[in-house]
Every structure is written in structure tokens, then in C-alpha cells.
């Protein structure tokens, strides 16, 4: 059974720094992995996919990496700022069998960007 | 583009009620599902939809029953809340083609008293 873990649960950093979250699965049978952002009493908001073929994909000050072989994704957030401050949720889309095109998430980094 | 729209926002029930959450799209998406968020828990799939008239069980289906007559609607049916049935419910949809990412709603904050 796929899982999807992210560590560590919760982040706090001062403005301005660079970070990064990690996320890791068991099984490397993946079609794809997204990385999400919510906010408080609010939805999803997809950031980036990657393609189980691609190694990164970015988008402005994040970047997002894929190692199929090792189960493991992380996200970059260069210049961090108070306006990042949300859970981030990665999400591996399965594979194989009858459900494929479901997505397994890990429980979230919740990251608070300090003034 | 309204996205994912879900309906009502927030919903108090008392146990052994029951409702239909609604959850619409205008995207043209096949794919349709419905999870919840419980605290620890992380987001659980409940139900999916890979196209209208197909749907399917996901991780925690016991107490829920979906439709889907067209390709925009899933609803959501609560048969006789339970207060473990308290939770934050999402719906998400994708395109059945490719790489799409899934686009979610905002939510519907559910309290089963």
C-alpha cells in the first residue's frame, strides 16, 4: 500500500530564508507527484506536478525535484516570505490498478515565514 | 471560470440526519472524487468518478453514497450522519487525459452534533 510521508510537520523560518520540505513514498510505481498548497479554512491550490519521468519542475521562487528510484520529492522555497506561511501537501497519483488517477497525501508541512 | 464549486460551505446536522453535499465543475473534467481532512489524518478518498454513470469506492466509503448522471455533478449523500462524520469534505476533479494537475474546491465544513 502506497504512503506518503512528509517531514517535519511543522517549520518556522524568518523572512528571507530558503528552505526546504521533504516528502516520501513507499512505492515508486507513481504517475505522477503534486505538491499543494492550503490555507487556512481554505482548499487546495496545486503549485507544481511532476511527471513520473521529469526530475523538477519550477515555478518562480519554488522548484520541486522528483527521485522516483529513492521515493522521495522535495520542495525549494528560495526568499521565503510571510505570504508563504500555509500547509504544504505533496501527493503521489497512482499507477496502477483500478485506481489509477487517485492521489495518496502526506499530512502536510505546516510553514510559518516569520517578519 | 468558477472551477470547482461546492455547496453549502458550512452544514450542521444532528446525528442520524442526512443531506447531500454538491460539488459542480465546468471544466469538462471525467475525473471527480471526494475526500475528507480529519486532524492526524491527513486528506482520505472517499468516492471517485472517472466519467458519468461510473463511480467507485475510495479508502472510507461506509456512510456515503454517490451519483454521477453528468459529467459536471458529484454529489455527496450522507445517508444517517454520524459524528464521526464531522470533517472538512473536499471534491476535486481532473481532465482523464495526461498529466493534469487536480483542482479542488473550497471545501464544505461539516458538524454532526
Known amino acids: 500500500k502506497q504512503e506518503v510521508t512528509q517531514i517535519p510537520a511543522a517549520l518556522s523560518v524568518p523572512e528571507g530564508e530558503n528552505l526546504v520540505l521533504n516528502c516520501s513514498f513507499t512505492d515508486s510505481a507513481i504517475y505522477n507527484l503534486q505538491w499543494f498548497r492550503q490555507d487556512p479554512g481554505k482548499g487546495l491550490t496545486s503549485l507544481l506536478l511532476i511527471q513520473s519521468s521529469q526530475r523538477e519542475q519550477t515555478s518562480g521562487r519554488l522548484n520541486a525535484s522528483l527521485d522516483k528510484s529513492s521515493g522521495r520529492s522535495t520542495l525549494y522555497i528560495a526568499a521565503s516570505q510571510p505570504g508563504d506561511s500555509a500547509t504544504y501537501l505533496c501527493?503521489?497519483?497512482?499507477?496502477?490498478?483500478?485506481?489509477?488517477?487517485?492521489?495518496?497525501f502526506g499530512k502536510g508541512t505546516k510553514l510559518s515565514v516569520k517578519p | 471560470n468558477a472551477g470547482v464549486t461546492q455547496t453549502p460551505k458550512f452544514q450542521v446536522l444532528k446525528t442520524g440526519q442526512s443531506m447531500t453535499l454538491q460539488c459542480a465543475q465546468d471544466?469538462?473534467?471525467?475525473?471527480m472524487s471526494w475526500y475528507r481532512q480529519d486532524p492526524g489524518m491527513g486528506l482520505r478518498l472517499i468516492h471517485y468518478s472517472v466519467g458519468a454513470g461510473i463511480t467507485d469506492q475510495g479508502e472510507v466509503p461506509n456512510g456515503y453514497n454517490v451519483s454521477r448522471s453528468t459529467t459536471e455533478d458529484f454529489p455527496l449523500r450522507l445517508l444517517s450522519a454520524a459524528p464521526s462524520q464531522t470533517s472538512v469534505y473536499f471534491c476535486?476533479?481532473?481532465?482523464?487525459?495526461?498529466?493534469?494537475?487536480?483542482?479542488f474546491g473550497d471545501g464544505t465544513r461539516l458538524s454532526i452534533l
Open positions: 501527493a503521489v497519483r497512482l499507477n496502477y490498478g483500478g485506481s489509477q488517477g487517485n492521489l495518496i
Open positions: 476535486a476533479s481532473r481532465s482523464g487525459y495526461g498529466n493534469q494537475p487536480q483542482h
Open positions: 471544466m469538462n473534467h471525467e475525473y
